[in-house]
């Protein structure tokens, strides 16, 4: 969201309500100034209750929906957070400008999106097109005849050393598939550690 969704961003649409889903918020608003939170959840009550708890932390206006259509409608940034088999959304739901993160689809039978969004959207970003190819939304956009599994997308982290490789104009629509690399754990697991052992936590085994 830091590298691909408008500056401007203050409204996030999310699918999910579990673990992934808190925290994903929770970092959200590191690097863009959120104020509306659309929820959406196969189960109302899950709905309710993240909203419930996110709610006693954050300053933010949370609202709860029962179509995934309409928690998209007005969104700046979507973020994808089930273990979905089936695509929870169409092209035709999103707005202009839109920036999704999946990030559910992390097998190989897992898919949130309609795989028609990857051919029509302005910019298709994996964090690993070689894993993407095997367990991410591009997966299925291949697997259906939609993208071709010889097409060149540019990565992740390619963006983040070059942004003008990404998103170039308000309304781009631009999708980031996240699948989860080993460098990125490592680099999260020693910065972990380095700041527990500068305040003295943990315990050594």
Known sequence: SKYLSNPYSSTVAIIGTGIQARMQLEALTLVRNIKNVNVWSRNIKNTHAYIEILSKNCELNFQAF??????????????????????????????????????????????????????????????????????????????????????????????????????????????CDLTGTGVQDTAIARYTFDIAMSKNLGTKV
């Open 66 to 175: 029962d179509k995934t259509n309409e928690v998209v409608k007005n969104a700046d940034i979507l973020i994808t957070t089930t273990p979905s088999k089936s695509p929870l959304l169409e092209y035709s739901a999103l707005p202009k400008g839109i920036h999704i993160t999946a990030m559910g689809s992390d097998a190989e039978e897992k898919n949130e999106l309609d795989p028609n969004i990857l051919k029509k959207c302005d910019y298709y970003i994996p964090d690993s097109q070689s894993q993407t190819t095997v367990l991410g939304e591009l997966h299925h956009a291949i697997a259906n005849n939609i993208l071709s599994s010889n097409e060149k997308f540019t990565e992740l982290g390619n963006i983040i050393l070059d942004s003008s490789l990404g998103r170039k104009n308000n309304d781009d629509i631009t999708i």
